[in-house]
């Protein structure tokens, strides 16, 4: 156990510390203290498609693989290692995976390595694929945490100083144990302004299976904890916890600096959150919820609005780039291919988006083929929720280096001295001229204009010192809120979602239908991960519940009876992104949080566990 790991010692990773202000100062003159103990659980990653891979050898000792993961580049290296061999005698291609949410960003390189060495000693294509159970049981899960707490805060319920300390279920290696934690310190603050804090970040070791990348990456389990001790701030004043949240929420033009010392500089979150509270009716329906409560003594109802701030950008500074290539043939059809993979998010959608955008043209003339290491190299995982934003800059850079190869012809050929040159609706306009796309494409190749670019970005801004965690591991925040309102029966535990409100800031959307159901898919998994799947080992470290009889995931009936998901219609990026749009993988997980804490308040005590499975409820009302 975590706990047990910090008795002995025993951590894979080096402690990490964050400080800022005097804590100790700040805890002792605050006229209100409460301190505690949390704990959060694992998740398993559960895609429809297990963990598969088909290794075939070619010639001169060359491999092509097909694996289901999120990181073709790594995935070569790896097996090109294990097999002895030079990264370039390694090829791995990916059309797209059914489904993988961090838990084939490092656990897939298993697998595909596996397949390699066998192809390699038996001259043959082996094909590997693990049934659910084993790959339950080989994989890594969410890490789950323990923290343990203790908080001053003023009569408004204002934070004045937190001492803290996070502890993670690491298992047996590191894995990607380090930024998950680092990305949980990150997030410790959600959306509030913390101005004094000493944090003790710990990496333990345990005889379980290395846990691993999952959706949100550290920043649920951050999140978490804050949420809940603004829920037992709010219950020790007998004030509702929405007052507490607003009273600290980051500022725009002061209390603005995060503990890591960044900038917030797009906060719209008290928008968010004041819009939220009318669209949801949140002050009356907490009325009736209170009243329900006072007329019953069986079913008790919870609700609860959490707010979401979420950085966006891997916090490993040099993962931050990405390539593209693009090539426009005679007929004016293009090819391109970039180091993002498709796993049901829709990012080649948006890409295809992005480039007919660009070039003026409808998405039929836009092929974008399977992510190819031999096509786009030394590609980074498609993860942190940056897949669009790096691959479309990166397709964007490489469509205008070819456009800046037609603006030369034009200017030449067609005697045009402006610089407005425009495509649109499969044309090129410039001045009071205007060519079809497809003659002018015709045209530059014949007179030998090259048609066909690589495209890289690198995101600007972004760093951070690895010691002190300090500096500005984002490009920019995306935002959200959610009202989540439940009822539980006390005899049993059992519980109900009875009705979500969302608001969620994707800045300003290139795909709005994908981006709702990021919206809802994330919030859902956020959902399981709060109230059913429950991560279980023995001992021993063994697994136990590793397979659909005793791993619960949200079924149809765990939905809620009411689901009002919007868009924040303001939304706009003041950062450069393609589209000024902003990341929408991760965030909306988060967004569950609001039915914990619904359920949290339901229960009416603050050592509610989670997962609020019926079984954490029921200990948690008997208490």
Request: some cysteine.
């Amino acid at each position: 156990e975590i706990k047990d790991a910090i008795k002995k010692k025993s951590f894979v990773l080096k402690t990490k510390v964050i400080q800022k202000g005097n804590v100790t100062k700040s805890i002792k003159d605050s006229k209100n203290t409460i301190e505690g103990e949390l704990f959060s659980g694992g998740q398993d990653h559960f895609y429809l498609e297990g963990q598969i891979a088909l290794t075939i050898p070619k010639e001169d000792n060359n491999y092509l693989i097909y694996s289901s993961t999120q990181h073709p580049s790594e995935t070569q290296q790896i097996v090109a290692k294990v097999l002895k061999q030079k990264f370039n005698s390694i090829n791995v291609r990916v059309r797209r995976i059914g489904g993988g949410f961090g838990g084939k960003e490092t656990q897939s390189f298993i697998f595909a390595a596996i397949s390699a060495l066998l192809a390699k000693k038996t001259a043959n294509p082996i094909k590997l694929r693990v049934d659910r159970d084993d790959d339950m049981i080989i994989t890594g899960k969410r890490h789950d945490f323990y923290y343990k707490y203790k908080v001053g805060f003023s009569d408004k319920g204002k934070i004045n100083g937190l001492d803290l300390i996070l502890a993670s279920r690491c298992g047996i290696s590191p894995d990607l144990s380090d930024a998950i934690n680092d990305r949980a310190i990150y997030h410790i603050d959600n959306s509030y302004f913390i101005p004094n804090i000493n944090l003790v970040s710990y990496r333990c070791k345990t005889n379980t299976v290395s846990n691993t990348a999952f959706r949100g990456f550290g920043g649920p389990q951050g999140m978490f904890c804050i949420e809940n001790i603004i829920e037992n701030i709010s219950k020790y004043l007998n004030v509702d916890a929405s007052i507490i949240r607003k009273n600290n929420f980051y500022k725009k033009n002061r209390n603005n600096i995060t503990h890591y010392d960044m900038k917030v500089e797009d906060n719209i979150i008290n928008d968010i959150f004041n819009d939220l509270l009318k669209k949801s009716n949140y002050q009356k329906r907490k009325r009736k919820v209170i009243e329900f409560n006072k007329k019953n003594t069986i079913f008790k109802k919870g609700i609860s609005i959490t707010p979401v701030k979420f950085g966006i950008s891997f916090t490993t500074t040099h993962l931050n780039q990405g390539g593209a290539l693009v090539h426009i043939y005679t007929d004016g059809s293009v090819h391109l291919n970039h180091g993002g993979i498709e796993m049901g998010q829709g990012l080649m959608t948006k890409i295809s988006q992005i480039a007919a955008n660009e070039l003026g043209l409808s998405t039929d003339e836009i092929k974008i083929t399977s992510t190819d290491t031999e096509k786009v190299p030394n590609t980074s995982a498609s993860a942190a929720s940056a897949s669009t934003d790096i691959n479309g800059a990166a397709v964007v850079n490489a469509i205008n280096t070819i456009k800046n190869n037609l603006a030369s012809f034009i200017n030449k050929n067609f005697k045009y001295k402006g610089k407005s040159i425009k495509y649109k609706n499969n044309k090129v306009l410039f001045g009071n001229k205007s060519i079809d796309f497809k003659k002018l494409i015709s045209l530059a190749h014949l007179n030998r204009i090259s048609l066909s670019s690589s495209g890289f970005y690198k995101t600007p801004k972004v760093f951070v010192n690895k010691e002190t965690l300090k500096g500005r591991p984002f490009l920019y925040f995306s935002y959200g809120a959610a009202v989540s309102e439940v009822i539980i029966d006390t005899l049993t535990g059992e519980n109900k979602l009875l009705q979500v409100d969302i608001l969620h800031d994707v800045g300003k959307s290139i795909n709005p239908s994908i981006d709702l159901g990021q919206i809802e898919g994330g919030f859902v998994q956020g959902l399981g991960w709060l109230t059913t799947e429950e991560v279980s080992w023995n001992l021993n470290g063994n697994l136990s519940t590793h397979s659909p009889s005793t791993y619960k995931i949200p079924v149809s009936k765990d939905i809620p009876e009411k689901f009002n998901v919007n868009i924040y219609e303001k939304g706009l990026n003041i950062e450069k992104t393609v589209n000024r749009s902003k990341a929408v993988g991760e965030p909306p997980l988060m967004l569950a949080l609001s039915t914990f804490m619904a359920l949290k308040n339901a229960v009416n005590n603050n050592n509610l566990k989670a997962p609020a499975t019926p079984e954490n409820i029921l200990m948690a009302l008997q208490e």
